[in-house]
């Protein structure tokens, strides 16, 4: 199962680069025989499906707001989230990844059935700075735990998918 790990997010807006971060903690324990690629993006929509094509599995870390306490980590199935721009017609170039994936399904691209979103509630990201808050910042090593214990239930549920992992 061909899996990538896609952070997302501005590395230069504070809090925004979480994602980021926790992708390239997780690329230093990917084995070089594993079939996962871990990239880091500032895209989303149309442009963010083109880099899924080819993929069995992703998994998307990224910035989250909600009302929970900064740190706080959320996983959930892409499926699982609302889209917001399912009715948005006035502009391809503001499209959810929802309905950018069902597009190019649509089109024949093999895309991902199984997205699912880590997300890290965070509180500064408008703010010009490559660091991330405290809080956020002490919670990277946990959310990069969580993407691997994904990984793991994944090797374990498919055979051909064999990945070590570190204790």
Known sequence: MKTIIVGLGNPILGDDGVG??????????????????VVCLSLGGLALMENLIGYDRA?????????????????MK???????????????????????LEMGKTMGAKLPED???????????????????????????????IVWDLLKQSAQQNQEYRLRVSP
Do not use: C, M
Not at 20 to 37: F, M, N, S
Not at 116 to 142: M, Q, Y
């Open 20 to 37: 980021w971060k926790v992708a390239e903690e997780v690329k230093k324990q990917i084995p070089p025989d594993a079939q996962i690629d």
């Open 59 to 75: 998994i998307l870390i990224d910035a989250f707001f909600s009302d929970d306490q900064p740190g706080s980590i959320l996983i």
């Open 78 to 100: 892409l499926r699982d989230l609302p889209n917001y721009s399912a009715f948005h017609t006035t502009s391809t170039h503001d499209t959810s990844l929802q309905t950018a």
């Open 115 to 145: 997205v699912e979103i880590v997300g890290i509630t965070t509180i500064k990201v408008h703010d010009f700075s490559e660091e991330l808050s405290p809080p956020i910042a002490d919670v990277v090593g946990f959310a990069a735990r």
